[in-house]
């Protein structure tokens, strides 16, 4: 399983794009890079995946370094409601569903 | 319509007593999970079930009994009830058919409090 490492907490000001880094310099070559977050007192929300290429959704953008070591989710104009805490974590199929969850990056959106 | 419903939401009770949290997906996934969130917020994953056969047990106390009736319920059932089991345990399920995506979809958590 791949060990990820996120900044414990960030500020962004409401209606700015929100860059969240993840380093996952041992995900290996078949593991995707999953984003979830959770919303106080609320079960977690899928957000994205990615496995090299970038990718984007209605929620979000990843970004995928080409060495892969490293991610960055992107909500481009972050709302209060995405006041949360976001997991970066590493997945292979071969988990059978098996989360792991870090501390993740609490995410504090400003008016 | 709520994909993954658990009930009950609150749960307070006394130490060494027997409880159930039953949890329904009407996603029509046929992989259901378990996860603990403790006191520090730390998630793991206690259970997994797939088409009600179990595929994850992550060393979990053998007070936790999961039951899956049927794919599209996983019900938890815990005896003898301690301290250390007050927390908030979510529900979740996924599409296992063509592998086992790390998609998965999150009821809304049900908070046992064991005093």
């Known amino acids: 399983d791949a060990k990820t490492t996120q900044p414990t907490s960030m500020d962004c000001a409401e209606g700015r794009a929100a860059n969240l880094p993840c380093n996952h310099s041992?995900?290996?070559?078949?593991?995707?890079v999953y984003w979830y977050r959770q919303i106080h007192s609320q079960g977690p929300q899928y957000i994205i995946h990615g496995l090299k290429n970038n990718e984007t959704n209605e929620m979000a953008s990843l970004i995928i370094t080409e060495d892969r070591k490293s991610s960055t989710l992107i909500l481009p104009h972050a709302t209060l409601r995405d006041t949360a805490v976001y997991y970066c974590?590493?997945?292979?199929?071969?988990?059978?569903?098996?989360?792991?969850f870090g501390q993740g990056t609490t995410l504090q959106v400003k008016p | 319509d709520t994909a993954v419903s658990q009930t009950p939401k609150y749960l307070v009770t006394q130490m060494g007593n027997d409880k159930s949290i039953k949890c329904e997906q009407n996603l029509g996934h046929d992989t259901m999970y378990w996860y603990k969130q403790d006191s520090k917020k730390f998630l793991k994953i206690m259970f997994s079930?797939?088409?009600?056969?179990?595929?994850i047990n992550e060393t979990v106390p053998n007070r936790f009994s999961p039951k899956s009736p049927d794919k599209a319920h996983l019900n938890l059932h815990i005896n003898s009830l301690e301290l250390g089991d007050s927390a908030v345990y979510f529900c979740a399920s996924s599409t296992g058919t063509s592998g086992y995506t790390g998609e998965l979809f999150f009821g809304e958590g049900s908070r046992l409090t064991v005093l």
């Open positions: 041992t995900i290996s070559g078949n593991e995707y």
């Open positions: 974590i590493g997945y292979g199929s071969s988990n059978t569903g098996k989360l792991i």
């Open positions: 079930y797939n088409n009600k056969e179990l595929i």
